[in-house]
């Protein structure tokens, strides 16, 4: 399976085309002009998410990927647009959302994002991940697609300079997907994504579960 040796894969048709449709008709609501990134707790914000979640499909195909119960960790709208348009260096994503902050020896550092707070865990956290990016909208290399480089999750926590290092013999892979697909992955493999060349709408949901048990006094945020 492609998703357990290169830490990701691409799923046409993941979920009934309904959902994407719901969250496509409320997004078409949103301005994010002069605004950079994504928007988090969009299961806070957008009825739509909360309706996905709460039908149970998500969980029920991280099940399958992690092959144990999974909790749900974090979901974050991104748009790439004409007015909203932005370049991601090579990096992992490397942190957790959380119910407080806890002194938990080899986690860290901490920090506080759309008022939860983030803490990098350790690598057997990660390695206990899957996300789920859903496309809204077509992803292309002219639309800003992710690129990604097969494998590199196997690498474990790498600091800036190793990933910089990395990266100039790596081979990236274009994550070009169609409407109603999902992007399959390991949030510590290795991504990317450049700019649009040609910004219309470029709508991703990506969304986060873990089979982790929290050490005592943790829960997910």
Same mark, same amino acid.
């Given at each position: 399976?492609?998703?357990?040796? @290169?830490? /990701?894969?691409?799923?046409?048709? /993941?979920?009934?085309?309904?959902?994407?449709?719901?969250?496509?008709?409320?997004t078409d609501?949103?301005?994010?002009?002069?605004?950079?990134?994504?928007?988090?707790?969009?299961?806070? &914000?957008?009825?739509?998410?909360?309706?996905? *979640? !709460?039908?149970?499909?998500?969980?029920?195909?991280?099940?399958? +990927?992690?092959?144990?119960?999974?909790?749900?960790?974090? !979901?974050?709208?991104?748009?790439?647009?004409?007015?909203?348009?932005?370049? #991601? =260096?090579?990096?992992?994503?490397? =942190?957790?959302?959380?119910?407080?902050?806890?002194?938990?020896?080899?986690?860290?550092?901490?920090?506080?994002?759309?008022?939860?707070? $983030? #803490?990098?865990?350790?690598?057997?956290?990660?390695?206990?991940?899957?996300? /789920? &990016?859903?496309?809204? @909208?077509e992803s292309?290399?002219?639309?800003?697609?992710? &690129? #990604?480089?097969?494998?590199?999750?196997?690498?474990?926590?790498?600091?800036?300079?190793?990933? @910089?290092? +990395?990266?100039?013999?790596? !081979?990236?892979?274009?994550c070009i997907?169609?409407?109603?697909?999902?992007?399959?992955? &390991?949030?510590?493999?290795?991504?990317?994504?450049?700019?649009?060349?040609?910004?219309?709408?470029?709508?991703? *949901? $990506?969304?986060?579960?873990?089979? +982790?048990?929290?050490?005592?006094?943790?829960?997910?945020?």
């Open positions: 399976m492609p998703f357990s040796s @290169d830490g /990701f894969e691409i799923v046409n048709d /993941f979920i009934d085309r309904s959902f994407f449709q719901s969250i496509k008709t409320e609501k949103i301005k994010l002009a002069g605004r950079r990134g994504g928007i988090r707790n969009a299961e806070k &914000r957008f009825e739509s998410v909360q309706a996905l *979640l !709460a039908a149970g499909i998500l969980s029920n195909h991280a099940e399958i +990927y992690l092959g144990k119960t999974p909790n749900f960790v974090r !979901a974050i709208l991104f748009n790439k647009t004409p007015q909203n348009n932005w370049l #991601v =260096t090579w990096h992992q994503d490397k =942190t957790i959302a959380v119910s407080a902050k806890k002194e938990i020896e080899g986690w860290g550092p901490w920090s506080l994002k759309g008022g939860c707070h $983030h #803490v990098q865990p350790g690598i057997d956290v990660l390695n206990s991940m899957v996300a /789920f &990016r859903l496309h809204i @909208d292309t290399e002219e639309s800003g697609c992710l &690129r #990604v480089i097969p494998e590199s999750h196997k690498l474990g926590i790498m600091s800036q300079s190793e990933i @910089d290092n +990395y990266v100039q013999g790596a !081979a990236p892979f274009q997907t169609k409407t109603n697909s999902a992007l399959v992955l &390991r949030p510590h493999i290795l991504h990317a994504s450049n700019k649009a060349s040609k910004p219309t709408s470029r709508r991703v *949901l $990506h969304v986060e579960f873990s089979s +982790y048990t929290l050490p005592r006094g943790l829960d997910w945020a």
